[in-house]
């Protein structure tokens, strides 16, 4: 029984096998031969053209952004101070409308004095409470002209 491991007989020499070869043509003495263009360098530089404009385009956005961020945080410090500033405003303004300071400034500045029981008066109504509807714009315009008219009639007539 022979294995596969002791075959010898596959190291052992062989023939080489002969592949056919394309016929050549003869070229003349002095015809110019056409020579493919090597496009190897164009794509070459064509790949450096793509890679710059890309890393362009990366340091461009991130120029931008970084603009932008520096706009934003300018734009944050405004308002951080805006809002501080609107509520020192407001505490101002509560202090100022205070009643007791209002009321000292009424008494300090303007001479006003607080109001004695001596100047409450009371009224007393002797018949009932009730409630008169006026008369309407258009029924007193009607009556004023009818009123007229009238008075222009009396005038007239002998």
Request: proline share 3%; charged share 25%.
């Amino acid at each position: 029984m022979q294995q596969a491991a002791y075959d010898l007989s596959t190291f052992e020499k062989r023939e080489k096998r002969v592949t056919p070869q394309k016929p050549r043509l003869k070229v003349a003495k002095g015809a110019k031969t056409k020579r493919k263009f090597d496009f190897s360098g164009l794509k070459v530089v064509a790949t450096v053209a793509i890679i710059v404009s890309l890393a362009w385009g990366v340091l461009y956005s991130r120029a931008q952004v970084t603009e932008l961020t520096s706009q934003i945080s300018t734009a944050q410090n405004s308002l951080s101070n805006a809002k501080s500033e609107y509520d020192y405003l407001n505490l101002q303004l509560e202090s100022k409308t205070d009643l007791s300071s209002v009321e000292t400034y009424a008494v300090t500045q303007l001479g006003l004095t607080k109001m004695d029981a001596s100047q409450v008066t009371y009224l007393t109504l002797e018949d009932e409470d009730k409630a008169v509807k006026p008369k309407s714009e258009v029924k007193t315009l009607l009556d004023q002209f009818s009123n007229g008219f009238l008075n222009a009639m009396e005038y007239l007539a002998p």
